[in-house]
């Protein structure tokens, strides 16, 4: 640098002014008057024009000849690169010296002769297309040819034809009137220069100029310092594709800014373009920039093309080299002030080559002092950078300082330009500049070709030692059956690939072997499983095998199947053709597939649960690195390590790879230990060594290069013949026949064909045999010469007949596409690749061979039985021969491919939650093969060698490529980018971008057009504009095709066909309906399109449903449907099952008269009549049935007046087959507006088909408007069967909306009251330890709970301080009523639990207080705790078991206080109950003189008034306050999830869990909710794993290890749930409580009883499994809340926080209701029935009116008139009232008659009690339970049937039935003893059964069932008592001795069979057999024995004998005598 600053002061103006010479001073004639003049017409010279020098002038031509060829070359190379990158229309036109057409008839009739030609020619490149059309012109054009001599010279350019096509030809030729000879002449000197660049070898060749030493380039002599070491290497170098333009192209080409004013374009115009009109010259300007301004460079050449016509395309040229230089200093230059112009500086800013210009304009304007400050700050930078260094060096690490910056660096972000960072060569890059071949390497150059030589590389290791396969575990050895030992490669690596865990990269040639290598690996995981009974357990466990291309996938997973069976491994593909289900996916252990599905499935996140089984992957072909391709392969390895790390689950990753140089780099991304994973294996492994020859074609003239490659071909393939098999690689179907064609013809006039199939031999004559047998044309014609050809277009039979003679040597010649190479290993001596371009439609144009082709290809060259040697031949352009060289001689490097699809990339991983903020992306960006390759190679990633040495880990680099992507999706909508903080979100166009593997630009374009009323064409328009097409481009030859097509397709297309979206357009239509199409190119471009159409038409759906457009979503989901079918919407939907013949599809579509719906209705025979094809009329009939139909009905409940619930009914009304149906249909549930225009609820259901013959029924949130509509619509419709819809209109006529509810209760801004306020010194004690103040709520309520009787109702936020208030009503009941009753109900056990501990230690001393005790069920207990404590609580059933006989029970009566607690769960499973006893306990006080004080608690109620007046309490004495009204505030946040399968959503919330509790709670106590308490395991070791990735294990601890050794053995690591003990229970509340334990995972059924307050809370999913409907219920609102309320402590906390993370459909439904208080509603009337019969029982009903009575005093009733249609009420006035109970009175009191549960008098209003009714109130059993019993139960009935019976109670309906439970059921029915027919294990009947046996047959269960079966028990006892009564009652001796023997069984745990003796303690299985064996039958008979006999027979220890002892002693033993009065007159058998 300072080295520059002295160059720089040396040419400073001071030191050199002096030297400069004074000008002139002439007058002017003309001053300057500062007014604008035109310099029209002037002559201006510039400076030095007068000076003259002069050269020699032979040395002036020379080397104006060689500028001139340089400028042509740079032209030529110019054109080609920018065909290679967008082919566009002026690409297509710029060749030099080619013909173009100058009018619109002559273009057309250019375009009808390529697509002659095409026919002729086959499928080939345009440019061979256009040579041929140049040299068939020119003999046309030829007036010295007559007729037959143009015919013959045409012929000999194309082939034979006949005098039609000939004609056809001359008439085309005549039409184009613009082309001349001159014009061909002139083509032939342009393309006189080389279309590539020289192959440089190192001998010496002739200068032509050598005479002109000053003109030689600098580059000419870059070869001579090559020593005489390396002349002994054959080096061969090009120059790169990627090269900018030459230097002399870019000064004639480059416009200095500074030139540029407001004027310059329109001086242009009529300069370049002639026109001499101003207005006319300024509108064309206008337009020209008008274009210029738009994104798309492709678009702006065709149009400015089309503009300005085809003769400017040199200015156009122009133009577009420096659009934005002349479009920005244009604008600039026509700004009329400086607010304009600062606009457009800032929009330059914007892009880089704005600041480029800016920078370029603001240079030039600079002072020199301006400049020296620049010289100086970069010198003090420089040194800066040498002082850190210095710093570095002296041992401070590089990576820590530059990871310690942090946050400083993200603020010093850059936007790059990934396209120029981009290799737009892709796979085929070249960043090797020279390639070194082998010893013995040759040249040999021929006419108009080179041919390189490389000798086979021999084996230098032949005596290795081979491993045998009997060395291998005996195990393991039938995965090598037949096969004596491994070759060498195997040998080496098995004892890694085996025996050892490591990851592993095998480097090795094509054919080496390597497949066996992935089958050690997978024995290796498979080992890893193995039983110690020689089995496997095969679900623990997952392989996943990538293979590179779909054609190989099912010979892959053929192998692996027939390898593996003997293992019972399964093995399945998983491929874009073939779809697995969750299912098969499970069942599978190997699933074969391509990295793009894979990147799919874990993505999308749906197979999480089958992705982590994953524990091996196998990545065959890994070099694809260097493909576009390659990007995917980075991408799953990143995210498999990065899921390694955060699971610590190790997977491992083994890549295969052929031989490559910088096999190291790819070692380091897959994470392989270099001495004991990496091996590599060069071409000397080959099991074939290989000749190769690179033959490179030089000719210029394409059509030439196009006849020399047949030529070289036939030479080629004659050399071998009759001595080796030929394989001859083509690239279209077509030419495989037309090469086997034209070798034959060469043959046949070289008299050659004698070589290829001796006359009268054998094979002859079995070609000839064969070919009779073939379906093909093609192979009957070449048969029997001895040539074959094979493509995927042949019948199977025809492939196979190939396959098998050339297998067999019978054909000499195979001419193939590549699918031989791929699908079936069919080896030659010798192959030929015939060309190396191919057609890509999705690059648009032909391209060069991957090298993954290239390579499959070249491996079948050499058969291993036979050859010592192959010969492999490539023919191709001379320019390409480096790229070829390099890559079979492991000399092309690896580079990544990742910055061009980097957004996309990023954005999935954003989805996928695994990159949360800007430093996540970076560090992920670390993993990367590309982070790799740019610390190699920084220059080839554009990163300069000062850039590296600022930041030598690239982490600049890698934030700058984060922004960069991250910048370009915030822009297209796909994510939420806060650049302050660095975070990064999803949005919901990210997800679809993601799950749909659709690129940013498409989203963005999508997002852009599309508008709620768009129509089917600008659908398909929009479908066309998609960045996947941008590429696609309209051939000349094509467009007759498609004008063709386009009149066909039924959808019109605005567009002319020569657009690109025209075409998209129209070959998605003709894909659709099924049209032919003739071009293989065209054929490609529509295979194409109609991949990508099924997901982009998918996006376009999701984003349409997302934005509630109904008609547009329906529009787009019926075209996704119509593509899969490829058939119309109107079409007959018969057309979706393949069974039916064409013609039969058409007669039914001929019968358009008869409705779609009336073939439902018609018999077989009908429509066997209707087709005349009656054989047909059964299968069409039953395949109308199998079509999927659905039957709707809904029920509407009006929540409130804005939101509606909709309960709707779905049954299926089809037949179902697993062979159609698969194993589910899914169909979106759409709810619509009136117009149907709006979406207003969308959800997805999925039907099963185990399902299929049960109601569904889901429950839908709906809002709804005021006024209010007449109708909504809700539609169901098939995901993937066309005309599968059902709508259902709702009516909303009749609908009454609710009442507005009332005002809420404000809080006052009062002084808090202090604990003295209580008055009395005892009760002051209780609180002031806690605090000394009572908090807002507390003290508002103070006065009306503690200083008066009032009937209270507090409606608060949860954590609120609602206990402490009931206290106060508590306290002053003990002060003013002693001896009255206290009695406390909360509708859950675990609710009344807690509160029972707390008030025990709360209230036990006080002297009023007799006990506090808790009801259990058991009436007499229960009696007498209500007798003896002066506090009772309850649960709802106790409570009203016990005070439903109220007037017999003084203690009842004597309740002076009701605490009712959580009183808005009145709406839920125990609501009714909670309601009848609330009811009752006021109805009580009014019937008696004890007054009963009723105090309600409740959470925020909108309708907080009607409870109020329910309970009694004046208004004022209601509290109702908003749910914001918190002492402590809670901060909610809501994140939704968009994943519809629930374990994936779950699994993906994990990640964002985890940060939740980082980011929102650090250093605080957090809780994380979760379903149930198998997540609640899972989750917890998810946080411990992921706190592990942060090297943080103990950061959720806030003390030390040690402190917690005592507690290890009980603690179980913060997690809470239902199987729980006390102990572990309250040591962990005790940990949090205390900030010990920072996180808790709690299963969300304890989060009632849970005494625990959190700072964060984490709602992790609000679904939980039904198994009853088979479906994700969300928690009900009051559960959320109720969880909400644990958030923010008390003294601690400022703020409380929660987080929910739920299914992104009810985001908005949890946003409305946990900010709005929740209206609660009755369900008392389906529920009524028990409650009735109770009352009747106990005669507090007595007739029908008293029962109406009895609901007056519910809270029902209070809300039928507020909120009529929720209860099926049609109106509000007193009728409607009376006519509504007195109805539902009577159907309830006619269902308890039919019961017999009570009857009713002959007046028919009086009712009494039946002996049923009786029981069932006595032991609180239901009605429909006791109806069961007396049904049932017979005279006859035994244990069985008694268990049977028992469990079909109805109190066992709600029995849980849990996800994937039946598996574990069906295991457990297997070892029971009684089993029933066709058991259903979805049934919660069923499953209380089988836990019933299993309790009788002491079998241990875990887990959710263990609980499962206490629930069971609590309820049998008493069924089984109420059955004795009911046997006893009908006088059946026997079997209710049997019931009470199941009583005994269930008691005991023992079935009647079983030992008496296994009733004692410390009693097995053998020991009462021993016992039994020796005589002792039961207790009885162990008692009598004698102590020592007693003692020897048990051997049992004295502590154990002693525990015996005790029971037998205290064993029942009776004593029954009896005596017959008067016996002697009673005799057997009288009555």
Excluded at 109 to 129: C, K, N, R, T, V
Excluded at 552 to 573: H, M, P, T
Excluded at 966 to 984: P, W
Excluded at 1236 to 1261: C, N, V
């Amino acid at each position: 640098m300072a080295e520059e600053h002295a160059r720089w002061k040396q040419y400073e103006y001071s030191a050199n002014s002096n030297l400069v010479l004074t000008a002139e001073r002439r007058t002017r004639d003309h001053e300057p008057s500062g007014e604008a003049e035109s310099l029209a017409n002037r002559k201006l010279h510039r400076m030095g024009d007068r000076v003259h020098r002069s050269k020699p002038q032979a040395l002036v031509e020379k080397r104006d000849k060689i500028e001139k060829k340089r400028k042509e070359r740079s032209e030529k190379d110019l054109a080609r690169k920018k065909a290679k990158a967008g082919g566009t229309v002026l690409a297509a036109v710029s060749e030099p010296g080619s013909y173009r057409p100058k009018t619109e008839t002559t273009r057309l009739a250019y375009e009808q002769m390529l697509h002659f030609l095409s026919s002729f020619l086959g499928e080939q490149p345009a440019d061979i297309l256009r040579g041929a059309a140049d040299e068939v012109l020119a003999v046309l054009k030829d007036d010295s040819l007559q007729g037959p001599n143009k015919k013959k010279a045409c012929e000999s350019l194309l082939n034979s034809m006949t005098d039609e096509r000939f004609s056809e030809l001359f008439q085309i030729g005549s039409r184009i009137t613009d082309f001349y000879l001159d014009d061909e002449g002139a083509a032939g000197e342009a393309m006189d220069e080389n279309l590539g660049v020289s192959v440089v070898f190192d001998e010496d060749e002739e200068e032509e100029d050598d005479d002109v030493d000053e003109l030689r380039d600098e580059d000419d002599d870059e070869d001579d310092g090559i020593g005489d070491e390396e002349i002994k290497k054959t080096v061969i170098g090009l120059r790169d594709d990627d090269d900018d333009m030459p230097e002399e192209n870019q000064k004639d080409d480059y416009i200095d800014p500074l030139s540029l004013d407001a004027y310059w374009l329109q001086r242009q115009m009529k300069e370049k373009c002639g026109i001499d009109d101003d207005n006319d010259a300024v509108k064309m300007a206008k337009e020209v920039l008008s274009i210029m301004q738009e994104a798309d460079e492709r678009e702006i050449e065709n149009r400015l093309v089309i503009l300005l016509d085809y003769d400017k395309f040199d200015f156009i040229k122009m133009l577009l080299a420096n659009r934005h230089t002349v479009v920005f200093c244009t604008l600039l230059g026509q700004a009329q002030d400086e607010a304009e112009k600062e606009s457009i500086r800032e929009k330059m800013q914007a892009s880089a080559e704005g600041k480029a210009i800016l920078h370029a304009l603001t240079f030039a304007h600079k002072t020199e002092g301006e400049r020296k400050r620049e010289m100086e700050m970069r010198l003090r930078k420089e040194i800066r950078g040498l002082r850190e260094r210095e710093a570095d060096q002296n041992g401070e690490p590089i990576v820590e300082r530059f990871m310690s910056e942090g946050d400083s660096m993200l603020q010093s972000r850059n936007i790059l330009d990934l396209e120029s960072l981009a290799f737009t060569q892709g796979g085929h890059l070249m960043a090797n500049k020279r390639c070194e071949l082998p010893p013995g390497s040759q040249r040999i150059s021929h006419k108009g070709y080179e041919e390189v030589l490389v000798p086979a590389v021999r084996n230098m290791d032949e005596d290795a030692v081979l491993k045998k396969i009997a060395e291998l575990p005996a195990w393991a050895q039938p995965a090598f059956a037949g096969v004596d030992s491994l070759n060498r490669i195997q040998s080496k690596v098995c004892d890694t690939a085996l025996y050892s865990p490591e990851n592993m990269l095998v480097c090795a040639p094509t054919g080496a072997g390597k497949t066996n290598v992935a089958l050690l690996t997978m024995l290796h995981e498979i080992g890893l499983h193995l039983r110690s009974d020689g089995t496997f357990d095969l679900d623990a466990f997952k392989i996943v095998y990538l293979a590179p291309m779909k054609a190989l996938v099912a010979e892959i997973v053929l192998n692996f199947q027939n390898r593996l069976e003997a293992f019972g491994i399964k093995v399945k593909e998983f491929t874009g053709d073939v779809h697995l289900n969750k299912q098969q996916l499970a069942e599978a252990n190997i699933i074969v597939m391509t990295p793009e599905k894979f990147d799919v499935i874990t993505r999308k996140g749906d197979a999480r649960p089958f992705t982590r089984l994953v524990r091996l992957i196998v990545i065959d072909e890994i070099h694809l690195l260097h493909d576009s391709r390659g990007p995917v392969i980075e991408t799953l390895v990143t995210r498999t390590i990065r899921q390694i790390e955060a699971t610590q689950e190790l997977v491992r990753i083994v890549g295969l790879s052929a031989t490559l140089p910088n096999y190291h780099d790819v070692a380091a991304m897959l994470r392989v230990n270099n001495d004991k994973g990496l091996f590599y294996f060069d071409n000397s492994f080959r099991p074939v060594p290989l000749e190769q020859m690179y033959i490179g074609i030089t000719e210029k003239k394409a059509l030439k290069r196009f006849q020399l490659m047949n030529e070289i071909t036939y030479e080629k393939v004659v050399e071998q013949a009759g001595k080796n098999q030929v394989l001859v690689f083509v690239h279209s179907r077509k030419e495989t026949a037309k090469t086997a064609r034209a070798i034959r013809t060469m043959a046949e006039e070289n008299d050659t064909l004698g070589r290829f199939m001796v006359e009268d031999s054998a094979s002859q004559e079995i070609c000839r045999e064969m070919a009779e047998t073939a379906k093909s044309a093609d192979l009957k014609e070449l048969l029997p010469f001895g040539f074959g050809i094979h493509h995927a277009g042949l019948a199977r039979s025809d492939r196979e007949l190939v396959e098998s003679l050339f297998a067999d040597g019978h054909l000499q010649i195979l001419v193939s596409t590549a699918t031989l190479a791929w699908g079936v290993n069919l080896p030659a001596h010798t192959v030929i690749i015939k060309g190396t371009q191919i057609y890509n439609p999705e690059a648009g144009r032909w391209v060069e061979l991957s090298a993954l082709d290239v390579m499959q290809m070249m491996g079948r060259a050499g058969r291993p039985q036979y050859d010592t040697s192959g010969t492999g031949i490539i023919i191709t352009t001379y320019n390409e021969l480096q790229y070829y060289l390099s890559l079979l001689n492991q000399q092309l490097p690896i580079e990544s491919q990742m910055i061009t699809p980097l957004p996309d990339i990023l954005n999935s991983e954003i989805v996928l939650g695994s990159i949360q903020n800007v430093r996540d992306a970076v560090n992920w960006l670390g993993y990367t093969y590309l982070y790799i390759r740019m610390l190699k190679n920084p220059t080839l990633y554009g990163i300069t060698a000062e850039e590296l040495a600022e930041d030598p880990v690239l982490e600049h680099r890698r934030v700058d490529l984060i922004h960069t992507a991250a910048s370009a999706l915030f822009k297209a909508n796909l994510i939420k980018y806060d650049r302050k903080s660095g975070n990064l979100q999803c949005t919901d166009l990210g997800r679809v971008a993601s799950y749909f593997y659709v690129s940013y630009n498409s989203i963005a374009t999508f997002n852009d057009h599309l508008k709620p009323t768009v129509s089917d064409i600008e659908i398909l328009r929009i479908f066309s504009l998609a960045g996947e097409f941008k590429n696609m481009v309209v051939r000349e030859e094509e467009k007759i095709e498609l004008l063709k097509l386009a009149d066909r397709v039924p959808i019109p297309i605005k567009e002319s066909v020569e657009e690109p979206t025209a075409k998209v357009n129209v070959l998605l239509q003709s894909y659709i309906s099924q049209l032919k199409l003739d071009g293989f190119a065209l054929l490609a471009d529509m295979v194409y399109i109609t991949q990508s159409a099924g997901r982009l038409f998918r996006a376009l759906f999701e984003i349409v449903v997302r934005r509630g457009w109904a008609s547009l979503a329906l529009k787009c989901l019926n075209l996704c449907k119509m593509i899969d079918h490829r058939m119309w919407g109107s079409m007959i939907p018969l057309r979706q099952f393949k069974a039916i013949p064409e013609e039969v599809l058409k007669k039914l579509e001929k019968k358009d008269v008869i409705q779609w719906e009336r073939f439902l209705d018609m018999s077989p025979q009908e429509i066997g009549e209707l087709i005349r094809f009656p054989k047909m009329g059964k299968t069409i009939h039953k395949l109308i049935h199998q079509f999927p139909k659905l039957d709707l009905s809904a029920h509407v409940q009006p929540i409130t007046r804005n939101v509606m619930k909709v309960e709707l009914i779905i049954t299926p009304d089809f037949q179902w087959d697993d062979k159609v149906h698969g194993s589910a249909e899914l169909f979106h549930v759409f709810v619509e507006d009136v117009d149907q225009e709006t979406i207003l609820h969308t959800e997805l259901f999925i039907l099963k088909g185990r399902y299929i013959d049960e109601e569904h029924i889901i429950s839908l949130t709906v809002p709804m408007m005021e006024p209010v509509p007449p109708q909504y619509f809700v539609r169901v419709v098939s995901d993937r069967w066309l005309a599968a819809e059902t709508v259902l209109p709702i009516s909303f006529r009749h609908l009454i909306l609710p009442e507005k509810f009332p005002p809420r209760t404000e809080l006052l801004d009062l002084q808090p009251l202090p604990v003295t306020a209580l008055r009395n010194p005892v009760y002051e004690a209780i609180y002031s330890k806690a605090f000394k103040t009572f908090n807002a709520i507390q003290t508002q309520v103070h006065n009306t709970l503690y200083n008066t009787n009032d009937n209270t109702l507090i409606a608060a936020p949860t954590g609120s301080g609602k206990t402490i208030c009931a206290e106060f009503a508590l306290l002053r009941a003990l002060s003013e009523k002693p001896d009255g009753k206290i009695v406390y109900v909360a509708p859950l056990d675990a609710i009344v639990l807690q509160r029972y501990r707390e008030w025990s230690a709360k209230f036990s001393h006080l002297e009023a207080i007799k006990g506090i005790g808790m009801l259990t069920g058991e009436s007499t207990t229960d009696l007498k705790v209500l007798d003896k404590c002066t506090i009772v609580l309850s649960a709802p059933e106790p409570w009203d078991m016990l005070s439903r006989r109220w007037k017999q029970r003084k203690n009842v009566q004597n309740v002076s206080l009701f605490i009712v607690d959580e009183v808005h769960l009145i709406g839920g499973d125990k609501g009714p109950v909670l309601e009848v006893i609330t009811s009752r306990m006021r109805y009580i006080g009014s019937q008696t003189e004890q007054k009963t004080r009723i105090v309600a608690l409740s959470a925020s109620v909108a309708n907080a008034k009607d409870l109020g007046e329910w309970i009694g309490a004046s208004s004022h004495s209601l509290y109702s306050f908003h749910p914001n009204v918190r002492p402590i505030p809670l901060e909610i946040h809501i994140q939704g999830f968009d994943i519809p399968h629930y374990a994936s959503r779950i699994l993906a919330m994990s990640k964002p869990m985890y940060n939740a509790i980082c980011s929102h709670s650090p250093g605080k106590p957090a809780m994380v909710v979760v379903a149930d308490r198998k997540q609640a395991r899972i989750t917890a070791l998810d946080i411990i794993a992921y706190a592990g990735v942060d090297e943080d294990t103990h950061r959720f601890l806030n003390c030390s290890p040690e402190d917690l050794e005592p507690f290890l053995s009980k603690l179980r690591v913060g997690l809470i749930h239902d199987g729980l003990n006390d102990s572990d229970l309250g040591l962990i509340e005790t940990l949090i409580t205390s900030g010990a334990l920072l996180v808790v995972v709690v299963a969300r059924e304890k989060c009632w009883g849970l005494a625990i307050n959190v700072h964060l809370v984490v709602i992790m999913g609000t679904e939980s499994f039904d198994g009853r409907e088979h479906r994700y219920l969300n928690y009900p609102i009051t559960d959320v809340l109720q969880i909400m309320g644990c958030a923010g402590r008390h003294g601690h906390d400022p703020v409380g926080k929660a987080v929910i993370l739920c299914h992104t459909p009810k985001k908005e439904y949890y946003k409305k209701f946990l900010y709005e208080p929740v209206p609660v509603e009755s369900h008392l009337d389906h529920f009524l029935h028990d409650h009735i019969s109770a009352e009747v029982v106990t005669k507090v009903i007595e007739n029908k009116q008293e029962a109406v009575d009895y609901l007056t005093w519910t809270f029902y009733y209070r809300r039928l008139t507020l909120n009529p249609n929720y209860y099926n009420m049609t109106g509000t006035t007193h009728r409607h009232i009376s006519d509504h109970l007195s109805e539902l009175v009577e159907n309830v009191i006619t269902d308890l008659e039919q019961s017999k549960c009570l009857t009713v008098e002959d007046d028919g209003n009086d009712v009494s009690a039946l002996n049923l009714g009786m029981i069932a109130a006595y032991y609180y059993i239901r009605y429909t339970t006791i109806e069961l019993f007396n049904s049932s139960l017979n005279d006859k009935t035994k244990i069985k049937g008694i268990l049977e019976i028992l469990t079909a109670a109805s109190e066992f309906d709600g029995l849980p039935i849990r996800h994937g439970e039946e598996k574990a059921l069906k295991q457990l029915a297997a070892h029971v003893p009684l089993s029933v027919e066709k058991m259903k294990f979805t049934d919660p009947h069923t499953k209380a059964f089988l836990l019933l046996q299993a309790h009788l047959s002491r079998m241990p269960l875990a887990g959710d069932l263990a609980m499962d079966q206490k629930q069971v028990l609590r309820d049998v006892l008493r069924l089984v008592q109420a059955m004795v009564d009911v046997m006893s009652s009908s006088g059946w001796l026997k079997p209710a001795l049997a019931a009470m023997e199941v009583s005994q069984m269930v008691v005991q745990a023992l079935w009647d069979s079983s030992s008496n003796l296994l009733q004692l303690p410390n009693f097995t299985n053998d020991l009462a057999k021993k016992c039994t064996d020796a005589g002792i039958e039961n207790v009885f008979d162990l008692m009598d024995m004698e102590d020592d006999d007693r003692i020897k027979l048990l051997e049992l220890p004295q502590s154990k004998l002693g525990q015996i002892a005790a029971v037998c002693n205290r064993f029942p033993n009776i004593n029954l005598e009896y005596e017959v009065a008067d016996a002697d007159s009673i005799s057997a058998g009288e009555q």
